[in-house]
């Protein structure tokens, strides 16, 4: 595990700096309740967003129409940690 941290320190982090330095300067001016606020609106907008997908583009492409492979009831599940994340810790 030390080797990849070490391999994305020297590799990713460098350039992926300049892109994220600008959006990191504007957001510490924030207060944290604001941008934690903001992130969880993305989530959740982004959760409410894919109710409104059609069934039929959700599952183009899947071998049968069954309701387990419906992404758009997946979406919650996944969502809800990252949302309780940004809200507890």
């Known amino acids: 595990?030390?080797?990849?941290?070490?391999?994305?320190?020297?590799?990713?982090?460098?350039?992926?700096?300049p892109f994220f330095e600008?959006?990191?300067?504007?957001?510490?001016?924030?207060?944290?309740?604001?941008w934690r606020f903001s992130i969880c609106a993305y989530i959740v907008?982004?959760?409410?967003?894919?109710?409104f997908l059609s069934k039929?583009?959700?599952l183009l492409g899947s071998p049968d129409k069954a309701r387990w492979r419906d992404l758009r009831l997946w979406i919650p599940v996944l969502l809800v940690p990252y949302l309780l994340i940004y809200l507890f810790i």
């Open 45 to 51: 907008l982004g959760t409410i967003w894919a109710f």
């Open 22 to 34: 600008s959006f990191h300067v504007m957001i510490d001016q924030l207060p944290p309740p604001v």
């Open 1 to 17: 595990m030390e080797k990849i941290t070490l391999f994305l320190e020297q590799n990713l982090v460098p350039l992926l700096k």
């Open 56 to 58: 039929d583009y959700v």
